[in-house]
């Protein structure tokens, strides 16, 4: 059974640096082909792409964040971490994780439940 | 950046209507790497077509996908209750991926 679980603060203060880590299972983060990403969505607005690392620890950016993004894995412990730095009330949003395997050209399978994060002093 | 503008922004319908959602990229793309996905109030984003036209698991016929290049289509045969919610598109052929801003499907 794959799940994806997010975890993080709830409550951020502006201009502090956010950790979230993804916690998956049922599958392995070094699969060939396995890729996790990250995405975010402002209260009543749309999906965000934020960034994706794959199973070969390829890692991309959302053009408009890169300089203040940082994804990683742990493959042991199958944790996937997005940090985001210097952050800002704009950036109160859920944040999900989720999964696609780049060879089978599904798109997003399977996505964790979100994390909201309220960014306020 | 591939850009997807997605029309119209609400679509207000009766259920057994039909309703057709688009989804236009700023560039040409593979029609394998277009997705969409419906979303409900309080709930992430669930998968319904990949490669532009097929069905993710348990996902209903009435759904359908279809498209290439740069405009793809999401059509709903006949509106059932559960169906009223938001849907994206996405393309993952191009780095960075990108979705569209989403269309709410609306009971009238």
């Known amino acids: 059974q794959v799940t994806l679980r997010e975890s993080g603060p709830a409550l951020v203060k502006p201009t502090q640096t956010l950790t979230l880590t993804c916690i998956v299972s049922g599958f392995s983060l070094s699969s060939n082909g396995m890729c996790v990403s990250w995405i975010r969505q402002s209260p009543g607005k749309a999906l965000e792409w934020l960034a994706r690392i794959d199973w070969d620890d390829d890692k991309y950016y959302s053009r408009s964040l890169k300089t203040r993004l940082t994804i990683s894995k742990d493959t042991f412990k199958n944790q996937v971490v997005l940090t985001m730095t210097n952050l800002d009330p704009v950036d109160t949003a859920t944040y999900y994780c989720?999964?696609?395997?780049?060879?089978?050209?599904?798109?997003?399978?399977?996505w964790g439940q979100g994390a909201l994060v309220t960014v306020s002093s | 950046e591939i850009v997807l503008t997605q029309s119209p922004g609400t679509l207000s319908l009766s259920p057994g209507e039909r309703a057709t959602l688009s989804c236009r990229a700023s560039?040409?793309?593979?029609?394998?790497?277009l997705a969409w996905y419906q979303q409900k109030p309080g709930q992430a984003p669930s998968l319904l077509i990949y490669?532009?036209?097929s069905r993710a698991t348990g996902i209903p016929d009435r759904f359908s996908g279809s498209g290439s290049g740069t405009d793809f289509t999401l059509t709903i045969s006949g509106l059932y209750p559960e169906d009223f919610a938001v849907y994206y598109c996405q393309q993952y052929g191009s780095s960075p991926w990108t979705f569209g801003q989403g269309t709410k499907v609306e009971i009238k």
């Open positions: 560039q040409s793309f593979s029609s394998r790497y």
């Open positions: 490669g532009a036209s």
């Open positions: 989720a999964r696609n395997h780049y060879y089978d050209g599904r798109g997003y399978d399977y």
